[in-house]
């Protein structure tokens, strides 16, 4: 979701030379951007080792940062922000800045709009960018999409499909596994399309599986996949269907129609960017993000399986739904 800024600091500063920091994860998929200049990857947990602070400051340091923008506005992204030097830091103010970030950033902007993505953007006021158009150019990965192509033909996937998130990063925003796997089904049913079901990790995969169970022939299990490969999968299929995570965010930044459900998160705060997607939410589990994420996964079990159908059967019959030959 912060792609889109640094897609307009190209566009409107064409010369400026752009670093992105980010930790392994994120910059699987960053790598390659037309946008960025010099990628840096971190090591999860850089902050403990003071060899690996010492060298990112040097590195940092090295390349003459004039301004620093920290959209996550944490503790760790503020620090990573301090150590480049740069004079201007510019975050956000309390509630969406947080921890020391309050201290470091010397900059500090009040939130205006809903969505993470329009909010990010407002910090480019400060560098006289106002409302730029949102891009996220996600860079394409050959060799990932070459064995994503490998994958689909030996599953006889090359026709139009649907793509399945089951995981999600709280426990809270999980839907189960078998109700999933009853859309899956249904859907086949009446659409005669097939679904694949993607992971991470193995308590992801055994959701996975499950799904499969239930939905039997009619869907897939994937095969363990990185992000550049997700991203290969998410431009072809017809849609996601997906909790508030990651891969949702994905999906709508390569163009996929989403169907999202949502419990102790907001879609107008943190669904898919975007008027192609659809949103189902029961009803919002409020309080601060702790106790939300530790909360059980109620909102999410008021979603019923006949609110998902009917959601898919709206995108699919919608005329824009990709297909595998797309």
Excluded at 36 to 56: A, F, G, H, M
Excluded at 124 to 131: G, M, Q, S
Excluded at 164 to 183: C, H, L, T
Excluded at 306 to 322: M, N, P, S
Aim: with cysteine.
């Amino acid at each position: 979701m912060t792609m889109p800024l640094a897609c307009a600091l190209r566009e409107h500063y064409p010369n400026a030379f752009i670093t992105w920091i980010a930790e392994p994860g994120a910059g699987a998929v960053l790598k390659g951007h037309a946008s960025i200049d010099e990628l840096v990857v971190l090591p999860k947990r850089w902050l403990k080792s003071p060899r690996t602070v010492w060298q990112l400051r040097e590195r940092l340091h090295a390349l003459q940062i004039e301004v620093a923008i920290d959209p996550q506005s944490l503790s760790k992204s503020a620090i990573a922000a301090w150590l480049t030097g740069a004079r201007r830091r510019i975050g956000f103010k309390s509630p969406r800045g947080r921890e020391l970030s309050l201290a470091l950033n010397n900059v500090r902007h009040k939130l205006e709009q809903t969505h993470v993505v329009d909010t990010q953007l407002e910090l480019l006021r400060y560098l006289d960018i106002e409302n730029p158009q949102v891009r996220f150019d996600v860079p394409r990965d050959t060799e990932a999409e070459r064995s994503v192509d490998q994958f689909f033909k030996a599953a006889g996937l090359c026709e139009p499909f649907i793509t399945i998130n089951p995981g999600a990063g709280w426990g809270s925003k999980q839907w189960p596994a078998d109700r999933f796997g009853e859309v899956a089904g249904r859907l086949w049913g009446k659409h005669g399309i097939r679904s694949l079901v993607v992971w991470a990790g193995g308590e992801e995969r055994a959701r996975a599986r499950e799904i499969a169970a239930v939905a039997g022939d009619h869907a897939v299990v994937s095969p363990s996949t990185s992000l550049p490969q997700l991203a290969g999968v998410l431009r072809l299929t017809s849609m996601l269907v997906s909790a508030d995570t990651g891969p949702a965010h994905l999906a709508a930044a390569v163009g996929t129609p989403v169907v999202g459900l949502f419990g102790p998160t907001l879609p107008e705060v943190t669904g898919p960017y975007g008027d192609q997607h659809i949103a189902i939410q029961a009803f919002h589990q409020s309080g601060r993000a702790v106790k939300r994420r530790r909360t059980p996964n109620t909102a999410m079990l008021a979603i019923t399986v006949d609110q998902v159908c009917l959601a898919c059967e709206q995108v699919l019959t919608r005329g824009d739904a990709k297909t595998c030959a797309a």
